[in-house]
């Protein structure tokens, strides 16, 4: 039995509400547009689809981390 990966748009999901809960001071649209990059990126390039949502939410947050505390507010 094969394992299978889980689709992008899953992947993006899961990731958008995890950083959500974190960075509670940037806008969603703001977590949700990093995530998404990050994820269409790795699984672009990606031979073994299955961990990409793991890595590209860990590079979302690495992104996001990196921003100015406290200059936008979420949702």
Do not use: C, H, Y
């Amino acid at each position: 039995m094969e394992l299978q990966a889980p689709d992008e748009e899953s992947m993006v999901r899961v990731a958008v509400e995890n950083l959500a809960d974190r960075f509670e001071t940037i806008e969603r649209s703001r977590i949700e547009s990093t995530v998404r990059r990050v994820v269409r990126g790795w699984f672009a390039r990606a031979r073994v689809k299955i961990f990409v949502g793991i890595i590209a939410e860990r590079g979302a947050r690495a992104e996001l981390q990196q921003l100015p505390t406290g200059t936008s507010t979420r949702r």
